[in-house]
């Protein structure tokens, strides 16, 4: 494993990736009034009581980008306390009256579009082609459950005696702790908030401590559009703090959380002294099968946007490709070669592609992921270090002939490393997808429709595609099986998990 480059190579570096074009993107924001460094409680933009702040850095140049309130228990029971008395206005708004202020706040996301992308880039480090295909991702939440927001509908049940009238009535659950992860730092909000709005709740966001600007960005314009005050509330910093705060507060009616897996089962278990209702979207280990009768040129564009999306950095991402004996070489060969095409910088950049990983410790997982690979038989066949740009920057990794019995076969690496796994049969790859405990997403490419089908019910994930490695959209339910989450986020079925049925008998009609 290569050592990493020395202190003034990474300085160096830093100079070369254009700090000037950081700093105009950052004037460009606040030209805006989008950079906010405060928390949101009650429509107020507030310090941390105990006037604690974090650093927030761009992870491409190890910059700070800014200084923003590092907040605890105390902000946090505040935020709800805020929620919940708003929620007692909010729900009894109409549908229409939420639907308008929810099409404004998509609308504000639109026009500030390239601020917000600048924004996603500078402390995520996507490139910005991705922070604006992110933008539109996150704001078409806002604009489908803008829409979704006028069909709640209740239901009318034909009575087992007639003088009685059964009727069921779908309610908002209240007031919705939302944890959400740097990896989709608007979007993940969005996905959350929309259909939490939309359906009358009201909520507390904690975005991740890493990526807080974006959040603070959408946040104020939501207040613009008229989102009420206390309707949103957003709190950063200590995270466990937070994170108790809302599982113990009994006015907390729902917990929803995109993350680990590890810190989804703690969330859970912590959740269930109060009974309260999760959704849970968890990590996932992704198998992308391409069988011998599959369309190389297909299977190769497919395969490299499932992998190395945002640097790999996705929970949807493919972490395990396997191809079948009979294409293995040839696959392998065109991948590869795809994957060296892949530009790797600052996502300021217009040519880059690849962005760095979040953090040390990410670029630190990698590597020991790959050298657990290598140690165990696997060979390298593109990249399988750190880049020489320094920093969190790693190679676009390809590795060859893994096997069951690595971490890269077993774990999620979260990164730009492709391990490529030889299997004979049909029978022996559905066996080889579902051997994990993760059931997030899943891919396929095939030629054979009657194979796509078989395949696609065998395989134990909440999404599958199919001849196609970018699947997720607002219109269809997002979500894993098995320990990879409960529940489901866009399309008309994320409603539900917002939603209390009620049954009301009324009797005596005559």
């Not at 109409?94 to 639907?99: I, K, L, Q």
């Amino acid at each position: 494993m290569a050592a990493s480059v020395s202190a003034s190579s990474r300085v160096a570096s830093r100079r070369h990736m254009g700090s000037v074009d950081a700093g105009a993107a950052m004037e460009k924001i606040r030209a805006a009034g989008l950079l906010r460094t405060r928390g949101l409680i009650g429509g107020k933009w507030v310090d941390a009581y105990d006037g604690k702040t974090i650093e927030v850095q761009n992870p491409a140049t190890g910059e700070v980008l800014a200084n923003v309130a590092c907040m605890g228990n105390r902000e946090t029971a505040d935020a709800i306390t805020s929620a919940n008395t708003t929620f007692y206005t909010w729900s009894k708004l109409t549908a229409s009256e939420r639907s308008k202020a929810l099409r404004k706040w998509h609308d504000l996301l639109m026009s500030h579009k390239e601020e917000l992308a600048l924004l996603m880039t500078l402390e995520q480090g996507k490139p910005m082609k991705e922070a604006l295909g992110e933008v539109n991702y996150g704001a078409s939440f806002i604009e489908f459950f803008a829409e979704e927001a006028k069909r709640v509908y209740g239901d009318i049940i034909p009575p087992t005696l007639a003088d009685r009238r059964l009727l069921v009535l779908k309610q908002p659950i209240g007031v919705v702790g939302a944890i959400t992860p740097w990896n989709f730092p608007l979007a993940m909000i969005t996905r959350k908030v929309g259909p939490a709005l939309a359906c009358g709740c009201t909520v507390v966001v904690k975005p991740s401590e890493f990526t807080p600007l974006t959040a603070l960005a959408a946040a104020d314009l939501a207040l613009q559009a008229g989102i009420p005050a206390g309707a949103l509330n957003v709190v950063m910093g200590n995270a466990p703090e937070i994170g108790d705060e809302l599982m113990q507060s009994t006015q907390v009616r729902k917990i929803t959380f995109t993350g680990s897996t590890a810190v989804g089962k703690k969330l859970m278990a912590g959740s269930a002294n109060t009974v309260k209702k999760v959704s849970l979207e968890l990590g996932g280990n992704a198998p992308c099968i391409v069988f011998d009768d599959a369309d190389i040129d297909v299977a190769v564009k497919g395969s490299l946007a499932a992998k190395f999306r945002n640097s790999g950095q996705t929970c949807v991402c493919a972490n395990r490709i396997l191809v079948q004996e009979g294409i293995y070489e040839k696959f392998a060969s065109a991948f590869v070669k795809a994957v060296q095409s892949l530009q790797v910088g600052n996502g300021l950049e217009e040519s880059t592609s690849q962005g760095p990983l979040i953090n040390e410790a990410a670029v630190q997982k990698v590597e020991k992921f790959v050298g657990d690979a290598t140690s165990k038989g696997a060979n390298i066949m593109l990249g399988g270090k750190r880049h020489s740009l320094g920093m969190s920057f790693y190679e676009p990794t390809v590795v060859g002939n893994v096997s069951n019995d690595m971490l890269l076969f077993s774990e999620e690496v979260f990164g730009p490393v492709a391990p490529l796994i030889p299997f004979k049969t049909e029978e022996e790859a559905i066996h080889l997808a579902n051997d994990t405990n993760a059931g997030l997403a899943a891919y396929m490419f095939t030629k054979n429709i009657a194979r796509s089908w078989r395949v696609s019910e065998a395989l134990e994930y909440g999404l599958v595609g199919v001849n196609e490695g970018l699947i997720s959209t607002e219109v269809a339910p997002f979500g894993g099986v098995k320990q990879s989450g409960l529940g489901r986020e866009g399309s008309k079925y994320g409603m539900d998990d917002y939603l209390e049925i009620k049954y009301v008998c009324m009797g005596n009609l005559g």
